[in-house]
């Protein structure tokens, strides 16, 4: 019911915007992004309320990366700005009914898009 595209292989500095298709009840939740490297924890990137007017984000992205949402597209979005090493992850998309920066809080996930920014 999630689906997450547009990751690639970018420059530092470069952007990318990635895009999450949801079906089904999943869209009239909170919806984040979330994203682990190799050998890390999955983290916390940011979400954003069912009518796009919560949002948070990780101090790590705040200023670069922007999140939002279709509703009538049934997609969500993260638009990802002046890319770093360290952003490189698999990104993923999840579902929670709570605002919330805890990914088990989350209960509905989609398959991740790989991330990876050269120096």
């Known amino acids: 019911q999630l689906q997450a595209s547009g990751g690639g292989l970018v420059q530092a500095g470069d952007s990318l915007r990635l895009s999450c298709a949801a079906s089904?009840?999943?869209?009239?939740?909170?919806l984040g992004w979330f994203r682990q490297a190799p050998g890390k924890e999955r983290e916390f990137v940011a979400f954003v309320s069912w009518n796009g007017a919560i949002k948070n984000y990780a101090d790590s992205v705040r200023g670069r990366f922007t999140i939002s949402r279709d509703n009538a597209k049934n997609t969500m979005y993260l638009q990802m700005n002046s890319l770093k090493p360290e952003d490189t992850g698999v990104y993923s998309c999840?579902?929670?009914?709570?605002?919330?920066?805890?990914?088990?809080?989350?209960?509905?996930w989609g398959q991740g898009t790989q991330v990876t920014v050269s120096s």
């Open positions: 089904g009840h999943t869209f009239s939740s909170y």
């Open positions: 999840a579902a929670a009914w709570v605002p919330t920066t805890t990914p088990r809080a989350y209960t509905s």
